[in-house]
C-alpha cells in the first residue's frame, strides 16, 4: 500500500559511480524531478592499481546536490531523506574522525590478488582455490575471495601488506556507499548487502546476517575494523548540521543506509519479484535477479546474496567493462581526449550509434573481446584481455564501433547462459537499465544477441538513484517494495529479430573459442 503522501515527499538520491557522482531528486513514487553529474578522475597504477580519491568524491557530492536544491522545485520541508547508492567493492580506509588514510582502491583493483591467493590456495585445488579449505566459506557465505583480487578483502589485505602503517592506523575499513554515509551522518556502518564482498559474514540464514569469527580468523582481519551491520531500510540517523546548512537542507533530514549499485539497481529496475532479471550496462555490467533460495555456483562465481529487500537473495553475474569500452573507443578515435576529455565531440555517443548503425548485423564478422580489465564472471581471470579479431583491408570504422557494442552483448550472452542455469529457467524478459540502455540501437543489439525480449526502463541512467530513493521511501514507511513494479516505467521494448539468430549464433560460438583458445596464452603475457 502507498502512503497518499508519498508522492510530495522526496528523497535526494546519491548515485555514485566509478565515472561521476550524480545526485537526483525523486519523490517517493518514482518521479524524477532533477538530477546533477560530476565526472571523477581515477588514478590506473603498475601491477593492477585502480584508485580514487574519496574527497572528489565528497566533493562531487555537495556541489550536485548544492545545483539541485538550489533551484527550488519543491519545498525544502518536502526533501524527507538522503539515501546513497554507490559502487560495490570500493574500498575506504578511515581514521577514528572518520578521515581517509588513502585512496580508495577501486572495484578495478587487483593488486590484492596474491594474497588472496595465499590465503585460499593449496591442494588439492579446484579453479585455483583448495577444495576442503573453500567448503566452509562457501557454506557460510556462499562463495569466497575472488582470486583476481577485486574484492574489497582483497584491497584490505593489500593495505594489510603493502602499507602495515596503515592498516594499523585505520579505525574501520568500509564501502563507498558506507564512507558517504560516514560523512553524512558520523555514524560508522555497513549495510548486509554493502560488506558482502569483504568475505565475512555468514548469510546462512539471511534474516540473521553476522560477522563470522572463523572466517575472521582465517583472514587475518581485526574484528574491531569492522563496521556495524544494519539493514538496506534503516535509517542512520540525520544528516550533520553542516552539511545540511552547505546543501540547503533540513537539519532534520533523515538518512537511510541504501545499498551498493547491484541492489539499488534492482529496485530502481522494478524487476523485484523473484526471477524477474535486470541488465545493467554502464562502466561494468552485470545480470541479476531475485531467488528465493540459497545456492552457489562456485564455477562462475554466481552465489545467492544479500540484498536490500529484507530476507530476500539476490544472483548475479558482473563484468567488468561494458559500457567502458565507448570512452576506450573515444580514446582511440579522438587521441588528444587521453589527456583531455573535452577534446571530443560533444556528441559522441550519438555518432557511434549512427556509425553502428550503418553496419549491418555481425560486423562483417568481425568480433571485439571487451576484456579490458581482466574478467570476473563467468570466468575469474584477471589476465584475459581485450581485443579486435577478423581485421581486414576492407573493415571500415562503422564496422569496429558496431563490434565494440555487439562485443559487449556476446560477453552479457555468456553471463545469461550461467544466471538462467542458476535458476534453472530461461528469463524471457530483462529490464534494462544505466547509460548503455539510452542507446535504442545498443538495445536492439542485446536483444538480438541474446535472443531476449529487452524493456527499456524509462531514465534509465537514474535507476540506481532511483533504486536508491525506493529504498529510503520503503523504510520512511511510505510504499513497500513490491509496489514498485508499478512505480517504474517503461520507454520501449525490443523483440529479438529473428533474421540476425543465424549469425549472432555463430559469431557466439567464436567468441567463446576466442578465449577457450587464448587464455593460456594471455596468463603468459599477463600472468602474475
Not at 25 to 40: D, I, P, Q, R
Not at 316 to 327: F, M, R, S, Y
Not at 377 to 389: E, Q
Amino acid at each position: 500500500m502507498i502512503d497518499p503522501k508519498a508522492a510530495k515527499k522526496h528523497v535526494l538520491a546519491i548515485d555514485h559511480g566509478t565515472s561521476a557522482v550524480k545526485v537526483a531528486l525523486f519523490s517517493c513514487t518514482g518521479e524524477l524531478v532533477a538530477h546533477e553529474a560530476k565526472k571523477m578522475p581515477i588514478q590506473f597504477l603498475p601491477g593492477g592499481g585502480a584508485e580514487q580519491n574519496p574527497e572528489d568524491w565528497w566533493n562531487g557530492f555537495i556541489e550536485t546536490a548544492q545545483k539541485i536544491v538550489a533551484k527550488k522545485l519543491v519545498p525544502v520541508d518536502d526533501i524527507v531523506a538522503v539515501c546513497c547508492s554507490s559502487t560495490f567493492s570500493s574500498t575506504v580506509a578511515v581514521d577514528a574522525q572518520g578521515n581517509h588514510l588513502d585512496n580508495s582502491l577501486t572495484w578495478m583493483d587487483s593488486r590484492g590478488a596474491p594474497m588472496v591467493r595465499k590465503i585460499v590456495g593449496g591442494f588439492p585445488s579446484v579453479e585455483g582455490y583448495a577444495l576442503f579449505k573453500m567448503l566452509p566459506w562457501i557454506w557460510k557465505t556462499g562463495g569466497g575471495p575472488q582470486l583476481s583480487g577485486k574484492d574489497d578483502i582483497a584491497h584490505v589485505l593489500y593495505w594489510k601488506q603493502a602499507k602495515p602503517d596503515l592498516y594499523q592506523k585505520t579505525h574501520m575499513f568500509l564501502g563507498s556507499k558506507d564512507y558517504i554515509n560516514l560523512k553524512l551522518t558520523g555514524q560508522f556502518a555497513a549495510s548486509f548487502d554493502s560488506i558482502m564482498l569483504f568475505w565475512l559474514t555468514n548469510t546462512r540464514d539471511i534474516n540473521n546476517v553476522h560477522y563470522d569469527d572463523w572466517l575472521i580468523k582465517q583472514l587475518g582481519i581485526d574484528k574491531s575494523k569492522l563496521p556495524p551491520l544494519k539493514k538496506s531500510i534503516d535509517v542512520l540517523g540525520a544528516i550533520k548540521p553542516e552539511v545540511a546548512a552547505a546543501i540547503g537542507l533540513n537539519k532534520n533530514t533523515k538518512v537511510v543506509v541504501g545499498s551498493p549499485d547491484h541492489q539499488s539497481a534492482c529496485i530502481g529496475s522494478g524487476a523485484v519479484r523473484d526471477f524477474e532479471g535486470h541488465l545493467y550496462i554502464g562502466t561494468s555490467s552485470w545480470l541479476q535477479c531475485i531467488v528465493p533460495f540459497k545456492k552457489t555456483d562456485v564455477f562462475h562465481s554466481i552465489a545467492s546474496l544479500p540484498t536490500a529487500i529484507p530476507g530476500k537473495y539476490y544472483c548475479v553475474n558482473e563484468q567488468d567493462i561494458a559500457g567502458g569500452v565507448l570512452p576506450f573507443l573515444i580514446k582511440i578515435l579522438f587521441p588528444k581526449n587521453a589527456l583531455n576529455p573535452n577534446d571530443s565531440p560533444e556528441n559522441v555517443f550519438q555518432i557511434f550509434d549512427e556509425l553502428a548503425a550503418k553496419a549491418s548485423p555481425g560486423s562483417n564478422r568481425l568480433l571485439f573481446t571487451p576484456w579490458l580489465n581482466g574478467e570476473r564472471t563467468p570466468v575469474d581471470n584477471a589476465t584475459v584481455r581485450a581485443g579486435i579479431y577478423n581485421m581486414s583491408m576492407t573493415t571500415s570504422l562503422d564496422q569496429i564501433v558496431r563490434a565494440f557494442l555487439e562485443g559487449v552483448a556476446f560477453n552479457n550472452r555468456w553471463a545469461l547462459k550461467y544466471v538462467e542455469k542458476f535458476i534453472s529457467r530461461r528469463m524471457d524478459k530483462i529490464n534494462i537499465v544505466g547509460g548503455g540502455a539510452n542507446s535504442n540501437l545498443w538495445c536492439q543489439i542485446f536483444a538480438d544477441v541474446m535472443d531476449r525480449v529487452i524493456r527499456q526502463v524509462k531514465d534509465p541512467m537514474q535507476t540506481n538513484a532511483r533504486g536508491a530513493a525506493f529504498i529510503a521511501a520503503v523504510g520512511l514507511g511510505l510504499i513497500k517494495f513490491e509496489d514498485t513494479p508499478t512505480l517504474v516505467r517503461i520507454s520501449e521494448i525490443y523483440e529479438p529479430d529473428p533474421r540476425n539468430r543465424k549469425i549472432y549464433d555463430e559469431l557466439f560460438n567464436e567468441f567463446l573459442s576466442i578465449y577457450r583458445n587464448n587464455q593460456n596464452m594471455y596468463r603468459r603475457l599477463n600472468g602474475i
